[in-house]
T-cell receptor
Framework: DQQVKQNSPSLSVQEGRISILNCDYT??????FLWYKKYPAEGPTFLIS?????DKNEDGRFTVFLNKSAKHLSLHIVPSQPGDSAVYFC???????????FGAGTRLFVKA | DAGVIQSPRHEVTEMGQEVTLRCKPI?????LFWYRQTMMRGLELLIY????????DSGMPEDRFSAKMPNASFSTLKIQPSEPRDSAVYFC?????????????FGSGTRLTVV
């Protein structure tokens, strides 16, 4: 049972445009949602997170939006840069617990 | 800090052999996680430790897999005997305390190939 789903295996975007990566979840008990970025031959690195009590969190070019009623979150990258080309993992956790559940990842290609 | 250190970076072994993957977490982090990445399943949580104690090993696929954390600075994931379907990238991650919005720190992973 996949509690965190990323239904798009890949996404291609032109440099300078917006990249939107989507994620759906099934467990309404999740308190935190996180995005990780992964380059080839490296481990995932934490990018940005959002608490379930918020609907938006912004950090530079990266913004995460949370729609709790739809159990959906998205990561917006504006403007997209070639260096943003990577696999992006959506993840979720319950506060005070120990484990984080990851989605399968979306590979983003930013074309110059 | 050097981050989470995993060894070896690559491992090629023959089916039936024992494989041991190693991890050194960030000093001061008290939670350690072993994940496996495959094309089909993405990042799967295998087992996690808190204060060197295994908390949940329900993600370990079979009895062939075992993990230990003898002290706060070292953990191993062992596969015995290994099979071709175990081929994947295995990641170790560590964090301070329980889950929140700060994320984990991952190692660079061990790419395991079982032939």
């Amino acid at each position: 049972d996949q509690q965190v789903k990323q239904n798009s295996p890949s996404l291609s975007v032109q440099e300078g445009r917006i990249s939107i990566l989507n994620c759906d979840y099934t467990n309404s008990m999740f308190d935190y949602f996180l995005w990780y970025k992964k380059y080839p031959a490296e481990g995932p690195t934490f990018l940005i997170s959002i608490s379930s009590i918020k609907d938006k969190n912004e950090d530079g070019r990266f913004t995460v939006f949370l729609n709790k009623s739809a159990k959906h979150l998205s990561l917006h990258i504006v403007p997209s840069q070639p260096g943003d080309s990577a696999v992006y993992f959506c993840a979720a956790s319950v506060a005070g617990g120990f484990k984080t559940i990851f989605g399968a990842g979306t590979r983003l290609f930013v074309k110059a | 800090d050097a981050g989470v250190i995993q060894s070896p970076r690559h491992e090629v072994t023959e089916m039936g052999q024992e494989v041991t993957l190693r991890c050194k977490p960030i000093s001061g982090h008290n939670s350690l996680f072993w994940y496996r990445q495959t094309m089909m399943r993405g990042l799967e949580l295998l087992i996690y430790f808190n204060n060197n104690v295994p908390i949940d090993d329900s993600g370990m696929p079979e009895d062939r897999f075992s993990a230990k954390m003898p002290n706060a600075s070292f953990s191993t994931l062992k596969i015995q005997p290994s099979e071709p379907r175990d081929s994947a990238v295995y990641f170790c991650a560590s964090s301070l305390g329980r889950t929140g919005g700060d994320g984990y720190t991952f190692g660079s992973g061990t790419r395991l190939t079982v032939v």
